[in-house]
């Protein structure tokens, strides 16, 4: 097992992915709906756009808008937690690529 800089201990692959990708079919996809271009910066979203449009789960959501909502909200956490910048308000579309399917990313 490799520790990190931190002391972390990292076991696994690492992540990689695109980074030359269309983020309106990539939002379209994994949100249902093209980002708004005034809502975003670039490759990146406002993190506060994501909890208005995903506000709270509906009673009777299906599954694909439970995994929507899932991924709204791991946005948030991504940008907002893990990987903030500076403002605190934006989080990068790529990540969506690593949201499309949960058990192919997360089961391994």
């Not at 996809?29 to 093209?34: I, V």
């Not at 959501?61 to 909200?73: D, L, P, W």
Request: hydrophobic share 35%; charged share 20%; aromatic share 14%.
């Amino acid at each position: 097992m490799y520790k990190s800089s931190w002391g972390c201990p990292v076991d696994g692959l690492p992540i990689t992915g695109r980074v030359d990708q269309d983020y309106d079919a990539l939002c379209f996809t994994q949100l249902g709906f093209p980002f708004p271009e005034n809502n975003r910066t670039g490759g990146r979203i406002q993190i506060r756009q994501l909890s208005r449009w995903f506000p709270n789960l509906p009673d009777n959501a299906n599954e694909v808008e439970v995994q929507r909502y899932a991924r709204a909200y791991i946005l948030q956490l991504l940008g907002g937690t893990l990987f903030a910048d500076k403002s605190n308000n934006l989080v990068h579309i790529t990540y969506l690529q690593f949201l499309e399917d949960f058990e192919a990313n997360w089961t391994r």
